[in-house]
């Protein structure tokens, strides 16, 4: 689970590439924090504070994150993203019980652009005010954030004698600081800690953001200096270095440069000076109902280029039709990383979805060969580009990278039923092709012709929201997946319910069982029930417990295996 911050979470909606849309079967969604973030939203609105982390059709929470990010991003006056979040929402959730408040929404929004639209028909000059890109704001500076402690411990049960397998306490803190005063700056500081109480080996301190950020600065729409959140476009997450905006027309120019962050390192503040990277692109934000960015990219290690290449991501909303696009073109291997279309249509209470996408996995990358087998077998083992390139051609290396990356083909079909403002239906039809032997047959002609493996995937996902009038939500999540190397069923249910006083509980039970066709026919199959609480106490600090038991039984072995897992938290808001 990725937990970002809260501009991070309006990049992750905004960029087709990293968007929900195309995703889904696999819920990743984590209610308890969503919930958490809504809690501190409502108590307080200076304090805007959301926890969001990576969500995917098919979970309950991602109605109320796409509702609370549209206020978001109103009350960090980006009014045309909280338009294009507003009319998703609609368009999405047509019986939601936030309907009438989104549409009064978009009527304030589309007033507050009027007077400068008839302005403008009107052939009058812009005001001062609007041609001005530096604000003077007077006020005190302003100071949010918060902290995190959390406790794991785990212990395998059976077979005897058991073991503790962890006990660790960890420390998160996020930290946001504004200025009240003169041009719009602020500064953002995550970081966390880890003490592993079984061997200090796994001791671990990361900083994630360490970044002083300024926003419409003379002309400058935004800049950022120091460790910051990648633009999605990239193969790492975190960058150390320098992130500038300007307006240009219609459009964004964004230009990032600085080196990768190695999350695996064991000095939280060592800078990867034998790597580096260039990124520029354009971007647009409902323009013509198109929100997106085209890009350009390319990473070094040392003076040897490893990545360049080039593309485009974003979607055409209009009414109730969204497109979706996404597009990576390697330069220097010149081929396709990724190629995607989605698309989703709602009309009424059902809302139709479908997909197409090419995709390698990992991205075409020259590092990609130090995972070769002929390098990995090596005495002494070959672990950084520069060795590898003392015995090996670019050429021979591009190879090797070709060799470890492997090409996919997705389809996905989606149908959605909001049967009421109750009861919600998703049924889900997935294929996956892996090394398809044939692209353009697999496009353009039906039946499919065979790739060297394949797996399905069905599904069903229900949605119950207070059917018992007790302030509820409960889901339930049915998938089948029969694929060449094994089948996979799963079924994933959850129950949460939220007093009146904040306090949230909740139920959680999981059932896998995979049949490998390979290696015997063996069998796993794993049980997890599990449970949730959350107590809010003063000043919106919280606290909360949750645990699963899980049960695991190999027809290899007679022995079943089974695992207690427990985490105990605290949580902080300033």
Same mark, same amino acid.
């Given at each position: 689970m990725i937990k970002r911050n809260l501009i991070y979470s309006i990049i992750f909606f905004l960029l087709a590439g990293c968007s929900w849309g195309p995703s889904f079967f696999h819920s990743r969604a984590n209610s308890d924090e969503l919930a958490a973030g809504i809690n501190y939203f409502q108590q307080s609105n200076k304090t805007v504070f959301l926890h969001l982390i990576e969500t995917r059709i098919g979970s *309950? +929470?991602?109605?109320?994150a796409l509702w609370y990010l549209a206020l978001i991003s109103e009350k960090l006056d980006k009014p045309n993203i909280a338009r294009q979040k507003i009319k998703l929402f609609i368009r999405s959730y047509p019986s939601s019980s936030h309907k009438k408040a989104a549409e009064g929404k978009i009527a304030f929004l589309d007033g507050l652009q009027a007077p400068h639209n008839l302005k403008e028909k009107a052939g009058g000059e812009k005001k001062e005010s609007q041609l001005k890109r530096s604000p003077t704001r007077t006020g005190s500076d302003k100071i949010s954030g918060s902290f995190v402690t959390e406790y794991l411990y785990d212990e395998q049960l059976s077979p005897s004698p058991s073991i503790n397998t962890q006990s660790r306490l960890s420390e998160f803190?996020?930290?946001?600081?504004?200025?009240?005063?003169? *041009?719009?700056?602020?500064?953002?500081? %995550? #970081?966390?800690?880890?003490?592993?109480?079984?061997?200090?080996?796994?001791? !671990?301190?990361?900083? %994630?953001?360490?970044?002083? +950020?300024?926003?419409?600065?003379?002309?400058?729409s935004n800049f950022r200096i120091g460790r910051q959140p990648s633009s999605g476009s990239?193969?790492?997450?975190?960058?150390? #270095?320098?992130?500038? %905006? &300007? *307006?240009?027309?219609?459009?964004?120019?964004?230009?990032? &440069?600085?080196? *990768?962050?190695?999350?695996?390192?064991t000095d939280p503040l060592a800078i990867e000076s034998n790597r580096k990277f260039y990124e520029t692109y354009l971007s647009v934000v409902d323009f013509g109902h198109i929100t997106g960015k085209v890009y350009f990219t390319q990473e070094y290690f040392q003076d040897f280029s490893t990545r360049k290449a080039m593309g485009l991501n974003g979607f055409w909303m209009y009414d109730t039709l969204n497109i979706t696009?996404? &597009?990576?073109?390697?330069?220097?291997?010149?081929?396709?990383?990724?190629?995607?279309?989605?698309?989703?249509?709602?009309?009424?209470?059902? !809302?139709?979805? #479908?997909?197409? +996408?090419? !995709?390698?996995?990992?991205? &075409?990358?020259?590092?990609?060969?130090l995972a070769d087998p002929w390098v990995v077998t090596q005495t002494p083992p070959i672990t950084s580009l520069d060795v590898l390139q003392q015995i090996k051609t670019r050429e021979e290396i591009m190879q090797l990278a070709l060799n470890n990356s492997q090409p996919t083909l997705d389809y996905s079909l989606g149908l959605s039923v909001e049967l009421s403002s109750i009861w919600r239906v998703d049924f889900r039809y997935g294929e996956t092709f892996y090394n398809p032997t044939d692209l353009s047959s697999h496009i353009l002609t039906l039946p499919l012709t065979p790739a060297e493996k394949t797996t399905k995937r069905y599904s069903i996902f229900i949605l119950e929201r207070n059917f018992l009038n007790l302030n509820e939500i409960a889901s339930t999540l049915f998938l089948y997946s029969p694929g060449t190397d094994s089948t996979n069923t799963s079924i994933v249910a959850n129950l949460l319910k939220v007093w009146p006083n904040g306090f949230q509980g909740g139920l959680r039970f999981r059932y896998e069982n995979t049949e490998f066709n390979l290696s015997g026919g063996n069998t796993l199959t794993r049980i997890v029930p599990g449970f949730m609480v959350r107590y809010p106490l003063k000043n919106g600090v919280e606290a909360g417990i949750e645990a699963d038991y899980t049960m695991e039984q190999n027809n290899a072995s007679p022995d079943m295996t089974s695992t207690i897992q427990t985490r105990a938290s605290l949580s902080a808001p300033f």
């Amino acid at each position: 689970m990725i937990k970002r911050n809260l501009i991070y979470s309006i990049i992750f909606f905004l960029l087709a590439g990293c968007s929900w849309g195309p995703s889904f079967f696999h819920s990743r969604a984590n209610s308890d924090e969503l919930a958490a973030g809504i809690n501190y939203f409502q108590q307080s609105n200076k304090t805007v504070f959301l926890h969001l982390i990576e969500t995917r059709i098919g979970s *309950p +929470e991602i109605e109320d994150a796409l509702w609370y990010l549209a206020l978001i991003s109103e009350k960090l006056d980006k009014p045309n993203i909280a338009r294009q979040k507003i009319k998703l929402f609609i368009r999405s959730y047509p019986s939601s019980s936030h309907k009438k408040a989104a549409e009064g929404k978009i009527a304030f929004l589309d007033g507050l652009q009027a007077p400068h639209n008839l302005k403008e028909k009107a052939g009058g000059e812009k005001k001062e005010s609007q041609l001005k890109r530096s604000p003077t704001r007077t006020g005190s500076d302003k100071i949010s954030g918060s902290f995190v402690t959390e406790y794991l411990y785990d212990e395998q049960l059976s077979p005897s004698p058991s073991i503790n397998t962890q006990s660790r306490l960890s420390e998160f803190l996020d930290f946001r600081w504004r200025k009240g005063s003169g *041009p719009d700056l602020r500064f953002n500081f %995550s #970081g966390m800690n880890a003490n592993d109480f079984l061997t200090s080996r796994n001791n !671990r301190t990361r900083l %994630s953001k360490f970044f002083l +950020e300024g926003n419409n600065v003379d002309w400058f729409s935004n800049f950022r200096i120091g460790r910051q959140p990648s633009s999605g476009s990239t193969l790492f997450n975190r960058f150390d #270095g320098l992130s500038f %905006s &300007l *307006p240009v027309f219609l459009v964004t120019w964004t230009n990032n &440069l600085g080196v *990768p962050v190695n999350i695996f390192a064991t000095d939280p503040l060592a800078i990867e000076s034998n790597r580096k990277f260039y990124e520029t692109y354009l971007s647009v934000v409902d323009f013509g109902h198109i929100t997106g960015k085209v890009y350009f990219t390319q990473e070094y290690f040392q003076d040897f280029s490893t990545r360049k290449a080039m593309g485009l991501n974003g979607f055409w909303m209009y009414d109730t039709l969204n497109i979706t696009t996404l &597009l990576d073109r390697d330069i220097d291997f010149n081929k396709f990383n990724d190629g995607m279309v989605n698309f989703d249509y709602t009309h009424s209470v059902f !809302r139709y979805s #479908g997909l197409v +996408e090419y !995709r390698r996995n990992p991205f &075409l990358d020259y590092g990609n060969a130090l995972a070769d087998p002929w390098v990995v077998t090596q005495t002494p083992p070959i672990t950084s580009l520069d060795v590898l390139q003392q015995i090996k051609t670019r050429e021979e290396i591009m190879q090797l990278a070709l060799n470890n990356s492997q090409p996919t083909l997705d389809y996905s079909l989606g149908l959605s039923v909001e049967l009421s403002s109750i009861w919600r239906v998703d049924f889900r039809y997935g294929e996956t092709f892996y090394n398809p032997t044939d692209l353009s047959s697999h496009i353009l002609t039906l039946p499919l012709t065979p790739a060297e493996k394949t797996t399905k995937r069905y599904s069903i996902f229900i949605l119950e929201r207070n059917f018992l009038n007790l302030n509820e939500i409960a889901s339930t999540l049915f998938l089948y997946s029969p694929g060449t190397d094994s089948t996979n069923t799963s079924i994933v249910a959850n129950l949460l319910k939220v007093w009146p006083n904040g306090f949230q509980g909740g139920l959680r039970f999981r059932y896998e069982n995979t049949e490998f066709n390979l290696s015997g026919g063996n069998t796993l199959t794993r049980i997890v029930p599990g449970f949730m609480v959350r107590y809010p106490l003063k000043n919106g600090v919280e606290a909360g417990i949750e645990a699963d038991y899980t049960m695991e039984q190999n027809n290899a072995s007679p022995d079943m295996t089974s695992t207690i897992q427990t985490r105990a938290s605290l949580s902080a808001p300033f």
